[in-house]
């Protein structure tokens, strides 16, 4: 019922050396980088991060394309290496036991640059943070875990800056380390039931054995498997005209179960980004099929009564994009299914 297709974009290797703290401090921007689908692998590299600094990396990703897709990120790969102890690092281990890696102290962040300006995440000038620098997520954290970057429209490109900020704690056992990792961009385009069928088998992955959530992803997957039920469906872009607003109604229960998790400090962090991600999954899959039915009703346009709906529908999926700006994911399905159902009276005025 439901196809999929995915396009690795580009792999980059990234070498970042702790060094000590006011042993001169720099900070390089890799970048822009842009992406090609005949060449696409990219090689910034970073190095010279000292505690508090912080380093970015800007990818340009274009949509060849002639349809939407949707965009993801994973880092890959993460390997930490001594790279020799040297003094101080020597002391320090002289006088502590534990062992570490830089990858637990640096911390990730990623947003959309809308304003050109790539030093900084500016909201109010329409940048958009997908993982905000100050959530303390560090590299450990997400090391394989898809991170949502949002839809590419058809012929457009998007700016992407990914950003690296070493803890101003980090103490001298850094001393030369470093760090490489590969950075995974996936471009996917698939009907509705594609994104969710993806959504249940990232769910699958992501139990962690510990009884509580567990039960939750499985409610996640019980009324996503809902909304996949054959009788609501015509194809994997079109909803039955009777039934098909149940799919909405199971979408959000499974947002409701996702958002329970991502508020659940008990949750790790791996699984919370993973909750994000399947989210952003499900409501593409909404919007793509309120989509597809505005431009169905707009072929009636003329009719006084299908204006006036599709005028309705246009507006609720204006609304789909200012709750995802807040993070207001239930509101976002709601939107999605009050698009489709305007569509669904338009067709129905049709003469």
Not at 313 to 333: P, S
């Amino acid at each position: 019922m439901w196809k999929k297709s995915s396009i690795l974009l580009c792999v980059t290797a990234l070498a970042i050396t702790g060094i000590l703290a006011g042993a001169g401090t720099y900070a390089n921007f890799g970048g822009p980088y842009t992406i090609d689908f005949s060449s696409p692998t990219v090689a910034p590299v970073i190095s010279g991060l000292n505690p508090g600094e912080t380093v970015h990396i800007v990818i340009m990703i274009p949509n060849p394309h002639y349809a939407s897709i949707l965009a993801h990120i994973r880092l890959l790969n993460v390997l930490c290496d001594e790279n020799s102890i040297v003094e101080p690092e020597q002391e320090w281990y002289d006088e502590h036991s534990v062992r570490n890696d830089i990858d637990s102290v640096i911390t990730f962040g990623l947003w959309i640059d809308v304003d050109g300006d790539t030093s900084g995440c500016n909201t109010v000038a329409g940048d958009q943070w997908i993982k905000d620098e100050t959530e303390g997520i560090h590299i450990n954290d997400i090391d394989g875990t898809p991170i949502p970057i949002g839809t590419i429209n058809a012929g457009e490109t998007m700016t992407v800056v990914t950003s690296y900020h070493m803890d101003e704690e980090t103490e001298n056992w850094a001393q030369s380390d470093t760090m490489t990792f590969d950075i995974e961009y996936t471009l996917s385009s698939s009907g509705a039931p594609g994104h969710k069928q993806e959504a249940i088998e990232e769910l699958e992955q992501a139990k962690t054995g510990t009884k509580k959530i567990d039960e939750k992803i499985d409610k996640a997957i019980y009324h996503i498997e809902r909304s996949l039920d054959e009788k609501y469906w015509v194809d994997d872009y079109h909803l039955d005209p009777k039934h098909g607003n149940k799919v909405f109604d199971e979408e959000k229960n499974a947002v409701i179960e996702l958002q329970h998790l991502m508020d659940d400090k008990d949750t790790p962090p791996p699984v919370k980004v993973l909750c994000q991600s399947t989210i952003y999954k499900l409501i593409e899959a909404d919007s793509t099929l309120a989509h597809k039915a505005y431009e169905d009703a707009m072929a009636l346009a003329g009719n006084e009564k299908v204006d006036k709906e599709l005028e309705q529908c246009e507006g609720e999926l204006a609304k789909v994009d200012e709750e995802l700006v807040k993070f207001n994911y239930e509101k976002a399905v709601d939107h999605c299914k009050k698009a489709w159902e305007h569509a669904q009276l338009a067709l129905k005025e049709a003469p």
